[in-house]
């Protein structure tokens, strides 16, 4: 091709070329904007998301939204804000980590007690664990789900792990239900004691649901969200 | 049946988009054949949206990965090789296969960080690492342009500091996401430390400039930046004061960066002929090809970004900034969905890097700032510096794809009806 020529096609294509670079950055914008959306729509569904439990504070009774590892201290940067006396601005680390629990550290020397024994170094908390920093008591708690060994005595992270060497216990050898003893004071004071009572049999019957072809009362399940299948979308 | 058919005909943004930046490339190489009928670029028209449309899509199609990021740095990526093929053909085949090899370490570095659980036995190994691998050029170093800063083997030269930058990013995210600052910034200081002495001042202002978004970005603490700030420019006004023939060369480009045209030349030739060549493009540039913008010194490396003006012109100039401010902002909200610290402070880290060095190099480009030698990411000429890019790409997918696994896990913890232990 002659240079005159290729220059008028050149100058010509450039307004394409922009055209489509303009469209490349529209569709870009676009998609990021759906993406946002749907992220939003999806964290409004889930709103735990991120999230491993809660810290309840026992003293103010308030709760905190645990996350997945943070700090816990009395510092406005603090994930979990203790502002009590003693406790301070850094005072300890924490992580989930699965199959463990939620892992705990003092910063540089803080005090931190998990029922009851001071730690030294790291140590797991589990659902329920009381943690004293300073002055200020809170409970662990975390959601059901997570893979973490069920709620146990405290043994602190010295030495040894936590749980390792302790045996699984045979569930089929045990009742169904266990029949506690009711407190000596309760008896004393005259209540009778549930285990003894006879069954009481149901004074009505149980309502059972409708099912299809039943009668006309019949109503079948709709959902309160519209939806249309893609053929009928327009 | 219609389900299936209606799935196909479906355009999705992505899709479109794909295709776009596809019939970009076809048009843009096949304007180059009609040029000169080198069957070479014909090929290429075919190959280079192939090549697009495995880097956006099929990729994602392999593992977890964010198809928006990967789609804006392909487009990047193919637009380099497009403008380094019309200025030389030989480097635009040689950035083909640096982009290739680039793809590759981008896919280890999103294994790397989706399932490496922890950095915690490697973080010493890399910073001393980064510090011995960052010396070594004063040791066997060969000197280009004027900093020593590359090393030279087998026939090849490559730059120490870009593989570096992923160390730095790693490490600095990792002892920062555990509440350590002292060790982290004294690890980025030693690493700026070296770099000023190579007299790559460039990579030196990259790096400082990240560990103090970082240092930022974890402890919330303006007294820090402030320290950092104020510590660099106390350091830079003594070293001028004792040692001034290290800064010579800095301060020639402060000169130069406030008048250029007193030694239009000399010093201020390079940075002179950047801008005629820009206001040459005007607003829709002189066409593909038809530019003349190889007279700049250094047009396929610190001067691309005025090559791209001048034939493409000064909007589409505009469409490949937003196009890297797309990427940053894609950076921040990986990071703002991140589960954990060290990956909500890494994904901070990469897009604080890429936008800084955009920002050094464009900014000297148009002589809004002193020009420094560091290159454009994913189009300037050079294997490590576009290797090392898509890796920092590849980092932001590990934390993306992260981010999907725990949105997955939320979910199956949601589908268990919630409650408590």
Redesign the interface.
């Known amino acids: 091709m002659s240079s005159e020529a290729y220059e008028l096609l050149a100058m010509l294509m450039r307004y394409i070329f922009v055209v489509l670079g303009a469209v490349i950055l529209l569709w870009v914008i676009f998609q990021l904007r759906r993406d946002s959306r749907a992220h939003k729509k999806e964290m409004k569904q889930l709103p735990d998301a991120g999230l491993v439990g809660e810290v309840v504070d026992l003293d103010t009774g308030k709760s905190h939204p645990l996350p997945r590892e943070g700090l816990m201290g009395s510092g406005s940067a603090c994930d979990i804000r203790l502002k009590r006396r003693g406790v301070r601005r850094k005072h300890a680390l924490f992580s989930f980590v699965d199959g463990k629990g939620l892992r705990i550290k003092p910063h540089l020397g803080s005090k931190v007690e998990m029922e009851g024994v001071q730690l030294r170094s790291s140590a797991y908390a589990l659902h329920g664990t009381q943690v004293t920093l300073a002055n200020a008591h809170i409970r662990i708690r975390l959601f059901a789900g997570l893979n973490v060994p069920n709620p146990a005595a405290f043994q602190p992270d010295v030495n040894r792990p936590v749980f390792e060497e302790e045996e699984s216990m045979d569930y089929s050898a045990m009742p169904p239900f266990v029949q506690m003893p009711m407190a000596e004071e309760w008896q004393e004071e005259g209540y009778a004691d549930p285990w003894q009572q006879p069954v009481q049999p149901l004074q009505q019957p149980l309502p059972v649901m409708p099912e299809e072809g039943d009668g006309e009362d019949y109503v079948p399940y709709q959902s309160p969200v519209v939806r249309h299948r893609r053929s009928e979308r327009r | 049946m219609?389900?299936k058919k209606?799935?196909r005909r479906r355009i999705t943004?992505?899709r479109?988009?794909v295709s776009?930046?596809m019939?970009?490339f076809f048009?843009?190489f096949f304007?180059l054949f009609?040029?000169d009928?080198n069957w070479q670029s014909l090929m290429l028209a075919l190959a280079v949206p192939v090549i697009v449309l495995f880097g956006s899509v099929g990729i994602s199609k392999l593992f977890p990965a964010d198809t928006?990021l990967l789609?804006?740095t392909n487009?990047l990526c193919a637009l380099g090789v497009l403008v380094l093929y019309r200025l030389s053909p030989e480097r635009g085949l040689t950035q083909a296969v640096n982009y290739g090899i680039g793809v590759a370490a981008m896919i280890g570095c999103t294994l790397l960080i989706r399932y490496m659980p922890s950095f915690r036995f490697v973080n010493w190994a890399f910073m001393l690492g980064s510090v011995a691998l960052l010396a070594l050029p004063l040791v066997i170093g060969t000197e280009k342009n004027g900093a020593n800063s590359w090393i030279s083997f087998g026939g090849r030269s490559f730059q120490p500091s870009e593989i570096v930058k992923l160390a730095l990013l790693i490490s600095l995210a990792h002892m920062l996401s555990?509440?350590k600052v002292i060790v982290p910034m004294g690890f980025a200081a030693v690493c700026v430390l070296i770099l000023a002495v190579q007299n790559d001042f460039g990579t030196a202002l990259l790096y400082f400039g990240t560990a103090l978004v970082l240092g930022y970005a974890a402890?919330?603490s303006v007294l820090l930046v402030g320290a950092g700030a104020g510590g660099a420019a106390a350091a830079v006004v003594l070293g001028n004061m004792i040692i001034p023939q290290k800064f010579a060369r800095a301060m020639s480009r402060v000169n130069v960066w406030l008048n250029p045209w007193q030694d239009v030349q000399g010093a201020g030739y390079q940075i002179v002929q950047g801008l005629i060549a820009m206001a040459n493009g005007g607003l829709?540039?002189?066409?593909?090809?038809?530019g003349n913008a190889t007279v700049i010194p250094e047009h396929y490396n610190d001067f691309i970004f005025a090559v791209i003006v001048n034939?493409?012109?000064m909007?589409?100039g505009l469409?490949?900034v937003?196009?890297y401010a797309?990427i940053m902002?894609?950076g921040i909200?990986i990071a703002r969905?991140a589960?954990?610290?060290f990956h909500a402070l890494l994904a901070t880290g990469c897009a604080a890097m890429l936008a800084l060095q955009v920002f050094v190099i464009i900014g000297g480009n148009i002589k809004l700032i002193p020009l420094t030698g560091i290159t454009l990411p994913f189009i300037s000429y050079g294997g490590t510096s576009l290797v090392s890019s898509l890796c920092i790409i590849g980092l932001m997918q590990g934390v993306a794809a992260r981010n999907a696994a725990?949105?997955n896990e939320?979910?199956?913890?949601?589908m268990?009806?919630?409650?408590?232990?």
């Open positions: 219609t389900d209606n799935k943004p992505g479109a988009m776009t930046v019939l970009f048009l843009a304007l009609l040029k009928f928006l789609s804006l487009f555990k509440r402890t919330g829709w540039g002189v066409g593909l090809g038809a034939e493409f012109g909007i589409f469409i490949v937003a196009m797309l902002i894609r909200m969905n589960r954990g610290v725990g949105v939320d979910r199956e913890l949601a268990q009806g919630g409650g408590w232990r």
